[in-house]
């Protein structure tokens, strides 16, 4: 049997998918999960807002909860991202300036040293007063760095500079024999000046040289500016070699997201990127339907829950969980084949920040191939009590939807 | 990024912890979980007992069963205690014969070889009459194992016998180039001989050289006592190199615990023990007030729920189950961050012995940043169906502890 040499304990469906024209619905709703509020009656935000959509959906659906990383472990968003699309995120380490790059619509290479910088504020001594420069505009923030980009001269390494939103932006660098392991200069507290950068290797000390270079050829330009007068680097990082979804699962992908960072998870899958116009949770379903018949599997993701949970406002984020069911009240009608709800990680506005807890999960079928289960609501309690289990590895998501999607060949004779 | 590299799926909290002045009771009930009994209405040992202090402290917990190795493996007292303190039992083998060791106090070194000793009787021919020389007092037992250590002379090698309890001894060889690969000299059955050591490689004939002539020297002194006329040998072990609970987890521990084995558990993770009087539930919990402050990580054992499942006696066990649970009563008092409640496996009276059933658990914080649930009593079958988990790996269990208490970093940006 010649297909025995590529079956793989670690990516069960290798050696087992066929092609398909199956079309995939899988929603992302960022910081799905909580955690009993006791100034709610004890509910989760999912609990406590009115999601009729979702409820009649789960209640048509097999349902249960993930880890997404492993039990006790907070995940970041991308890492998060990694596993509920199957990829190991201890495998797939990528770094934060990759991200970024990404977002912004960098197209990087392999080795390309990608870089977060961000606008801060020293005083005549060098000192850190403010690590986000009183928040300048974007559009300020543009101007700034065009100008600093024309002072930038390095022989061997070209440095492109990428305003991003507010005080952020990015830097990357393309030459050769550049390194990744550098000290961030951003010293991270106020009161104290910015970290020379420092290499820990040969290609990470020529990387460092660099940014020493950059430093100096810049920083004059702006010396006398009350805010913006200086920035920090951080997240250093080279694009990790991640096979495309396509490659993996044998499926054209498309990332139907608002927010840059999640377009940058998009690309690094190789997944393309549907046009959405605003940031709600309506524009992104209106991108779907209008984006609709040239993909198989449609990522989505809705972004404000998180943001709320982050804020600790329990209220905004279960107000926003019903505008996201609502969104999704007509998904049935594009007529896909699997459909997947359910949440990059938890973020409990009891504690104002991604969490370890485990996530609601959802999945439907068009053919019923699912064990349809007795629960009733797309909640913490309700849905750990379905048939697809509770505490679920995010990375068995994946196989669960290739074979409910009748994409999976037996395995063995 | 620095910290890239030391992130690890197998420790998932490496990488992630921060220094914390959390405070955590790990209370381990030895043998905690039993199965259900035909004569007493098919509960457990846990379901039959009144435990009002348990079932309140579930009621305000999150809960859940654990397995301590893995699915139909019973776990002797050493590897389920590593589990449940999160060292992978697999990699971290530690012979009997260093837990008795340690459990006496002995200060072992690397390179030690440490064997348990048991008084035996032999008829005139050599052959085993009584695998433990008819019970003799720790006391007598002692005056013999004096009067071996003088009759010991083996040049290069140090014998060190240390008198335990009733037929128990232990022997510590130290010198250079010792195995541990050994044949036990003990038969296990009667009517036999004793089995002669020999060793399955150049260090480990050592060994047996060095126990041939240890039997030879000692042997002749007590051959004419009609019951303490010959001792076996086994459990040959050295010292395993395992990371110090405040090395894995940054947290200083201490062990409150009422036998020998326990004290050695705690050494072998580098805790300090702590002082108790007495031998009771309550002498731990009384043991624990009185050394309140030092430590971050109290580990409590309770030892005689273990002991009544082994001789069978449900009621003794479930009595004894009580008494824990008014021990435990007012253990919140203490202002503790994080509270787990669990054993380190089962040992159902209608087994009599340990077994692979789960075990209940469960977790409470303070700060309430554990997911409250619907369990109002803890049992076997209650706790089941908790958030916590079914049936989760007992090595899961301190990442966990670690999250709610506050101690981890997220993973990745």
Known sequence: MSERGSYSQKEPYRGLLHPSDKTIVFAVIDGLGGIPHPDYDNFTELEYAQTPDLDRLATESTNGTHIPISPGITPGSIPAHLSVFGYDPYEYLVGRGVVEALGLGVDLQEGDIAIRCNW???????????????????????????????????????????????????????????????????????????????????????????????????????????????????????????????????????????????????????????????KSAKDVIAALAQNWGEHQFHYLHFKWPDTYGENKDFE????????????????????????????????PARLGTHSWHPVPTMLWTREGTHFRDDVHQFGERATRTGYLGHKIAA???????????GMLDKFGA
Do not use: W
């Open 316 to 347: 905004a984020k279960s107000e926003e969980l019903e505008l996201v069911s609502n969104a999704l009240a007509g998904i049935q009608d594009l007529n896909p084949d699997v459909i997947i709800v359910t949440g990059d990680h938890a973020t």
């Open 120 to 278: 801060c504020t020293l005083d005549d001594d060098g000192r850190m007063v403010d690590r986000r420069a009183g928040r300048p505009t974007s559009e300020e923030s543009a101007q700034y760095v065009t100008r600093l980009q024309t002072e930038i001269n390095i022989p061997g390494v070209d440095v492109a500079l990428y305003p991003g939103s507010e005080h952020r932006f990015v830097a990357v660098l393309r030459g050769d024999g550049l390194g990744a392991s550098v000290s961030e200069t951003d010293p991270q507290a106020i009161g104290v000046p910015l970290i020379q950068p420092a290499g820990s290797d040969e290609t990470s000390a020529k990387t460092a040289h660099v940014l020493q270079e950059i430093m100096r050829q810049t920083f004059p330009s702006i010396a006398g500016d009350p805010r913006l007068n200086a920035f920090a680097m951080r997240g250093y990082s080279t694009v990790p070699n991640i096979p495309s979804f396509n490659d993996r699962y044998g499926l054209s992908a498309q990332a139907v997201v608002t927010h840059p960072a999640y377009r940058g998870i998009g690309r690094l899958l190789g997944m393309d990127i549907a046009q959405v116009n605003g």
């Open 395 to 405: 990375t068995n998501i994946m196989p669960e939807v290739l074979a409910h999607a």
